[in-house]
Nanobody, 123 residues
């Protein structure tokens, strides 16, 4: 099974940028469709972005479209989430996830999850 480890979270002012990384080990990342999800305190986990195995297709939540970019480097076994123009409402724990199933935006479709990285956006 694949192990996923996120990094790159932190505290940033509104309008700033962060880049999250998700490093995979144990399996070849190119076998997996990958996604980013987030969960804010007191809220349910929500979809952020997803990318197909080959990187040829992506999907974004409306709330982040135009500000966030998901990408992957299969040679480096890493998936990225570039977050620009951050807002206080982006504050959450961000999780990367992988699936060998169909490409999608539902958390239940994903089999493997990282431990999460905290992103805090101050006003």
């Amino acid at each position: 099974q694949v192990k996923l480890v996120e990094s790159g979270g932190g505290l940033v002012e509104a309008g700033g940028s962060l880049r999250l990384s998700c490093a995979a080990s144990g399996r070849i990342l190119s076998n997996y469709n990958m996604g980013w999800f987030r969960q804010a305190p007191g809220k349910e986990r929500e979809f952020v972005a997803a990318i197909r195995r080959s990187g040829g297709s992506t999907s974004y939540a409306d709330s982040v479209k135009g500000r966030f970019t998901i990408s992957r480097d299969n040679a480096e076994n890493t998936v990225y989430l570039q977050m620009n123009s951050l807002k206080p409402e982006d504050t959450a724990v961000y999780y990367c996830a992988g699936t060998t199933k169909i490409f999608g935006v539902v958390g239940g479709q994903y089999d493997y999850w990282g431990q999460g990285t905290q992103v805090t956006v101050s006003t």
